[in-house]
């Protein structure tokens, strides 16, 4: 076979198909993959990656009256605009 190809994969497909003709039985393979078709190509462009969606965190239920002890990292500033009753925690 004597013969000029686009592409590595079109050269593998034309060697396949000789090897399975009817009556075949050796192949005196001499294509070629033309390099300055295969340089006018355009070029693909990678696909994106699949986005990922993250999981919706879920609500956490707490039972009224639990005691919960906040740390923060850093301080914490508030405005009061109404009076402000404290009372004291049940022993």
Same mark, same amino acid.
């Given at each position: 076979?004597?013969?000029?190809?686009?592409?590595?994969?079109?050269?593998?497909?034309?060697?396949?198909?000789?090897?399975?003709?009817?009556?075949?039985?050796?192949?005196?393979?001499? !294509?070629?993959?033309? !390099?300055?078709?295969?340089?006018?190509?355009?070029?693909?462009?990678?696909?994106?990656?699949?986005?990922?969606?993250?999981?919706?965190?879920?609500?956490?239920?707490?039972?009224?009256?639990?005691?919960?002890?906040?740390?923060?990292?850093?301080?914490?500033?508030?405005?009061?605009?109404?009076?402000?009753?404290?009372?004291?925690?049940?022993?």
């Amino acid at each position: 076979m004597h013969s000029k190809v686009k592409t590595p994969a079109a050269q593998q497909k034309i060697q396949q198909i000789a090897k399975d003709a009817p009556g075949a039985t050796d192949i005196d393979d001499q !294509t070629a993959v033309d !390099t300055g078709a295969m340089a006018n190509e355009p070029k693909q462009a990678a696909a994106p990656p699949p986005t990922v969606e993250k999981p919706m965190p879920q609500p956490i239920v707490i039972p009224a009256g639990t005691v919960l002890t906040v740390k923060v990292g850093q301080a914490l500033s508030f405005t009061v605009s109404a009076p402000l009753t404290i009372k004291p925690a049940a022993q």
